[in-house]
């Protein structure tokens, strides 16, 4: 009984084979377009290494982010957290980076978007409070050991802007300790392998009663063996 049961079983597997390689083609060529679609390419790097304050009229201004190649003029996303640094409220010599910039750039490669990962090394639990106090940030994002010492993590997510050939850097920014390296990249667009469908449909159909034909061969081999 047990043997029949498992025969039937490796039944069920070979036509549940024949049916998934119907259409095959069509599929792979299907998923590698969504895998290409959805993906992203390095166009570019830079290093960002100071930020300053740009006025446009009474109390309207924005920041903007200095790199080596290009300025970097935010519209959201590191407001509180720049002025809380310029500011001197969190020492900047404790402000390291944690995971590299990542932005994304629009079609017209003159805006981005992405975030910045940084950690804020604590020296006890009264600076611990007053960084989170701050900058507003959850204690699961910070790490400590028995000592009262440890990290916090300050992500810097939302950044969007405007990218700017670079200017006249004035003699009064404020440089970071440790630079931010950024790495850019472009959505990829539409992939070439659609045009590939129409052949792929094409292999299907014509493969089918192929495999169909060799699951039925198999099947009856399967059948006289399970007759005996």
Not at 19 to 47: F, M, P, Q, W
Request: charged residues 20%; glycine residues 8%.
């Amino acid at each position: 009984m047990n043997n029949f049961v498992r025969k039937m079983d490796n039944v069920l597997l070979l036509v549940l084979t024949v049916l998934a390689l119907s259409g095959c083609a069509t599929k792979n060529l299907k998923n590698d377009i969504k895998h290409h679609e959805n993906g992203r390419t390095l166009y570019n790097n830079d290093v960002i290494t100071a930020a300053t304050i740009t006025e446009s009229g009474k109390e309207n201004y924005s920041w903007v982010f200095i790199g080596n190649n290009f300025d970097y003029a935010l519209t959201s996303g590191a407001s509180d957290f720049l002025r809380t640094l310029v500011s001197g409220k969190i020492d900047k010599a404790r402000v390291r980076v944690s995971e590299d910039g990542t932005f994304t750039l629009n079609k017209e490669k003159n805006q981005f978007s992405g975030e910045v990962t940084l950690k804020y090394s604590y020296r006890d639990q009264a600076e611990k409070m007053l960084i989170l106090n701050i900058l507003k940030l959850s204690e699961w994002y910070c790490t400590g050991n028995n000592k009262g010492a440890g990290e916090c993590e300050i992500k810097l997510s939302g950044l969007q802007g405007t990218i700017h050939q670079k200017a006249h850097v004035p003699a009064d920014v404020f440089r970071f300790d440790h630079p931010i390296k950024v790495k850019f990249y472009t959505r990829n667009t539409l992939s070439a392998k659609r045009l590939l469908y129409p052949a792929a449909v094409a292999t299907d159909v014509v493969l089918s009663p192929l495999y169909l034909l060799g699951g039925v061969a198999v099947l009856s081999v399967y059948g006289i063996i399970l007759l005996h």
